[in-house]
């Protein structure tokens, strides 16, 4: 009974964050069903479910988008758990400063979600992150600074475990053991490209109260501008950053 309930659990839940992943513009049934993973017609019976309890609308063009009791519960839950007015005034001064695009991600589980961003000033931009957007824990700037501070023994069962062979070759966890050892040595994470040739990211964790890494500051930008001379300039900025995001925090 107990494993029923889990598994009906876990395919709302996909199906609400597949729903979120399509926010604003909404998601039709078939979105849904390839984005979490489900069958068509068990998609349409939960979301026609959960529009009836409020949680998902249906706009007139027949999308689903995240309805008012969405809205109402996460309000109640953004005093815990929403710092983005916390860091807003460090993110836009992380953008001032270096040109480059500034994000925050939170770690929810074996994911990070994007939460924040600022847009720098250079003309040419990176624009693989963007709000709402869920990676892996050590996938992207975000996702390997979390990771590589996560305790030793909780890093290595979730790469025993993780499935990242669908973000690229460069992802296996021989790989991303490495990288992670040199987030260790220099204390900020490097993606040089991984995800789209000619977009790096820098990445720098923001702990919280039991200094467990909850939060990722991250750079994005073209490869031009993060050579070997003006990259350490950029994670310096950032490590500093996170340092003051965590003390505000704590």
Known sequence: MAEAARSVIARVAAVMRAIGDHEPDGASTTDIARTAGLARPTVHRMVTALAAEGFVDRHESGR??????TFLLGSMAAERYDITSSAGDILRDLARTTGESAFLSARRGDETVCIASEEGSFPLRSHVLHVGLRMPLGVASAGLVILAHLPERERREYLDRAELGGWGERHAPREIAERVEQVLVQGYSVNP???VEGSWGLGAAVFDRRDAPAWALS??????RFDDVRRPVLGEQLLRAA????????
Request: proline share 4%; hydrophobic share 50%; aromatic share 4%.
């Open 64 to 69: 689903w988008a995240l309805g008012p009791e």
């Open 243 to 250: 340092h003051a995001l965590t003390s505000r925090l704590r």
């Open 219 to 224: 750079l994005t930008g073209v490869a031009g």
């Open 193 to 195: 490209g991984l995800l």
